[in-house]
């Protein structure tokens, strides 16, 4: 089996709770969205946000439709693009910081420490990527990360987005690891030759999927793929 070079890591799920998402971040750029829409509306980020909402559901009020995909999660473009605009205040005034679970950052350091490479992957913007890892609980650990990428480089469950990455970051499939705790994400990384672990994490309550490895935490992932451990 090859030597895995590069560490890929989905967020919500995985390296924060599911419930500081839903009942920290999204609760704090629902509020803030008619103001921020209001005052940057000559932002390029929000004339593009605006136009695509408009193309999904032409005629539909986009403070509405914002709110209806943020209710259901939606992973879309238009709107992980403006929540990482709303929560840029938050973070930088410190009304938010990222609550990421205790085993990740001691795993990070020690991954990075070993000159295994890392980097992200999530439906979040890679703006807001970089805030949450800038101010997270255990300080600022953007410096760990050499890539974030988001739904720019296409859907997170679909195969050719992973063939995308690995070619940008110029490493086999093989020799990624792929970190995330939903099945689709895995299967389709799975089929592009990444190597893959699900996280199910008990206070998220994720479901296992079949046919793939799990972990509980970190320190499980680093065992089971003899990575250095913290
Ligand atoms: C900077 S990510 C914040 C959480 C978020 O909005 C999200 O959609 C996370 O999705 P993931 O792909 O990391 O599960
Ligand atoms: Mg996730």
Not at 66 to 86: F, I, N, R
Not at 184 to 196: P, Q, S, V
Request: hydrophobic share 45%; net charge negative; proline share 5%.
């Amino acid at each position: 089996m090859s030597t895995v070079r590069l560490i890929l890591l989905d967020i919500e799920g995985t390296t924060l709770p599911i419930s500081f998402v839903k009942d920290v971040l999204f609760p704090y750029s629902d509020k803030v969205m008619p103001e921020l829409l209001l005052e940057q509306a000559d932002n390029p980020l929000v004339k593009v946000a605006l136009a695509d909402i408009e193309a999904a559901n032409p005629g539909c009020d986009p403070l509405a439709q914002l709110h209806d995909w943020t209710v259901h999660d939606e992973k879309v473009a238009p709107l992980k693009s403006l929540q990482g605009l709303a929560w840029k205040t938050g973070f930088e005034t410190g009304a938010l910081k990222a609550r990421l679970y205790p085993d990740v950052a001691p795993a990070l350091e020690a991954w990075h420490k070993s000159g295994l490479r890392l980097a992200v992957y999530s439906s979040g913007s890679a703006s807001a990527q970089r805030l949450l890892y800038g101010y997270s609980d255990a300080g600022d650990l953007t410096s760990l990360f050499e890539a974030f990428y988001d739904l720019d480089i296409g859907g997170k469950k679909i195969a050719e987005s992973y063939r995308e990455i690995a070619s940008r970051a110029g490493v086999a499939p093989g020799e990624i690891l792929f970190l995330s705790d939903i099945g689709a994400e895995l299967d389709a990384a799975a089929e592009a030759g990444l190597r893959t672990c699900q996280l199910v994490r008990p206070e998220d309550g994720t479901v296992a999927h079949q046919g793939v490895r799990q972990a509980a935490d970190f320190q499980s992932v680093s065992q089971q793929f003899e990575l250095p451990v913290s």
